[in-house]
């Protein structure tokens, strides 16, 4: 639902682009998160594929959907906002 209605799929989404707009963007930046984010505002607007992928739900889990649905909209505007990738990460990974 946030991927379709912001665009703003996070990369264990599955995160299917061309070699070219890959490199057009720049790739992946050097930074400890949000770099899938940083990645997708780089590209055009993303077309969903009628396609599923697999991705592990363990903090979903632990924290439910709605808390941590909500922590990470909330890093993502942060992270729009300039803050420090690293501080970012370590909020992450706490």
């Known amino acids: 639902l ?3 209605l912001f665009g703003l799929p996070f990369g264990d989404q599955g995160l299917l682009v061309s070699r070219a707009d890959y490199d ?3 790739g992946y930046p050097d930074i400890p998160l949000m770099e899938d984010m ?3 505002r780089a590209l055009p607007r993303p077309h969903p594929l009628a396609a599923t ?3 592990g739900a363990e903090r979903y ?3 439910g959907w709605f808390r941590q ?3 990470n909209l909330w890093r993502q505007a942060r992270f729009l906002a300039g803050a420090d990738p690293e501080t970012l990460a ?3 990974r706490a």
């Open 2 to 4: 946030r991927a379709r």
């Open 24 to 26: 057009a963007a720049g």
């Open 38 to 40: 940083a990645l997708i």
């Open 53 to 55: 992928a697999e991705t």
């Open 61 to 63: 889990r632990a924290n």
């Open 69 to 71: 649905g909500a922590a």
């Open 90 to 92: 370590r909020s992450y």
